[in-house]
C-alpha cells in the first residue's frame, strides 16, 4: 500500500491550494482517507475525513467551511481543496488511509497507511 501526498507549496493569506493523495494498493470503496496537518510545536490533527463506499465526508469545525475533500475513485485519489488559507493554516500535511471495518467517521481512529507529508506554507 502507497499513499503519494503532493500539491503543497507557498501561498499568501486568502489564496488556495488544492492538494492530491493518490493511493495505490487500496480500494477507496473499502478504505476511508483522511488528511491531517502538524504544525511546528504541534501534535497532529485530523482535519478532513472521506468515507468508503458511501462517501460521507468529515471536516473539522475548526476549519469553517474552507476546505473540502473529495475523491475520483477510478483515479485512486483523494484532493482536498483549500481555500481562503490562513497564517495559522502552515504545517505539514498528510493523508492517510483506513480500512472501514476499523476507521471513525473523522478518520482519528483506524488509519493503518500513511503518506509522506506536503508542506503548506502561508505568508505574504
Known amino acids: 500500500v502507497q499513499l503519494q501526498a503532493s500539491g503543497g507549496g507557498l501561498v499568501q493569506p486568502g489564496g488556495s491550494l488544492r492538494l492530491s493523495c493518490v493511493t495505490a494498493g487500496i480500494s477507496l470503496d473499502y478504505y476511508a482517507i483522511g488528511w491531517f496537518r502538524q504544525a511546528p510545536g504541534k501534535e497532529r490533527e485530523s482535519i478532513s475525513c472521506?468515507?468508503?463506499?458511501?462517501?460521507?465526508?468529515y471536516h473539522a469545525p475548526f476549519l469553517k467551511g474552507r476546505f473540502t475533500i473529495s475523491r475520483i475513485n477510478v483515479q485512486n485519489t483523494v484532493y482536498l481543496q483549500m481555500d481562503d488559507l490562513e497564517s495559522e493554516d502552515t504545517a505539514v500535511y498528510y493523508c492517510a488511509a483506513g480500512s472501514i471495518l476499523g476507521a471513525t467517521q473523522d478518520c482519528k481512529v483506524g488509519m493503518q497507511f500513511w503518506g509522506q507529508g506536503t508542506q503548506v506554507t502561508v505568508s505574504s
Open positions: 472521506i468515507s468508503g463506499r458511501g462517501g460521507a465526508t
